[in-house]
């Protein structure tokens, strides 16, 4: 029988704070040896998702660089379909797949214009992305796990709805600071701790000064 969702990794790296980028959007928190373990877990996923505001900021390319192995599709949040043509995500989009998550508030031209890329354009909810029918959209699409890399709207989105299985940090040893700063999770919260998921360490793994820290959703 088909799985209504696929296995589902929130991956991020954050300063000992809790931040994912400064007030300027700076983001570079990870180290080399992260990175090569990043780009590991990357080749065994099926896609890589990540919101608007990551590609606006960061411009990244979510491919397998630093070892060898096969790029996931890559997945973009974009309820408006604002994505900059010159993003690396769509100049290189010819060459490795990639879908453009869209809601039904997109603009006639703005889908027009979505279409000259060499994408595929999945529609799902009314106003923003509805995360919990994408995700049955790709399991109809056999897209069996999903690498969600931030930033803290999209993962709020899914820690609000229940809807991840693992959660990887890397902490990394700097102090940001700021009410702007952009945190691990963003949006409204939960009001109580009780409402949080239940998460449970699996392993932890030292890279120099970096500690990354593996949770399974209870
Ligand atoms: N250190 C790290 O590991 C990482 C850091 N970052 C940092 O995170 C920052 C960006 O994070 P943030 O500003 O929170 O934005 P996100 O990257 O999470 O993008 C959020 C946007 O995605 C679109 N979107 C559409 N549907 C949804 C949905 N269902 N849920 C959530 N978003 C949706 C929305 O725009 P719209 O309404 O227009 O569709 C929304 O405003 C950057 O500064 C980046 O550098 C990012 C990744 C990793
Ligand atoms: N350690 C770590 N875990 C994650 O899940 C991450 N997303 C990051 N960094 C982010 O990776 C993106 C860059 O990807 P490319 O190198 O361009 O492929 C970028 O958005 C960083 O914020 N680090």
Do not use: C
Request: no cysteine; charged share 25%.
């Amino acid at each position: 029988m088909e799985k209504s969702k696929p296995y589902v990794i929130l991956s991020a790296a954050t300063s000992i704070d809790g931040k994912i980028a400064t007030v300027t959007g700076d983001s570079k928190l990870s180290s080399k040896l992260d990175g090569i373990r990043l780009h590991k877990l990357r080749s065994k996923v099926d896609a890589i998702l990540v919101g608007k505001n990551t590609v606006l900021l960061d411009d990244p390319m979510l491919t397998v660089r630093h070892t060898k192995g096969k790029n996931p599709i890559r997945i973009v949040l974009d309820s408006k379909g604002s994505i900059s043509k010159n993003s690396k995500i769509i100049q290189t989009s010819k060459k490795i797949p990639t879908i453009v998550v869209v809601s039904n508030k997109i603009t006639k031209s703005n889908l027009e214009r979505l279409k000259k890329f060499p994408v595929e354009i999945i529609i799902a909810g009314k106003n923003s992305v509805d995360i919990k029918l994408l995700l049955k959209k790709l399991s109809y699409k056999k897209i069996k796990s999903v690498l969600v890399e931030g930033g803290g709207t999209t993962n709020w989105e899914f820690i609000k709805n229940g809807l991840f299985d693992e959660l990887i940090i890397t902490l990394s040893p700097f102090l940001i600071g700021g009410k702007d700063a952009v945190s691990l999770v963003e949006g409204d919260g939960f009001k109580k701790i009780t409402n949080s998921p239940i998460l449970r360490l699996k392993s932890t793994m030292r890279l120099k000064n970096h500690l990354v820290l593996n949770y399974v959703k209870v």
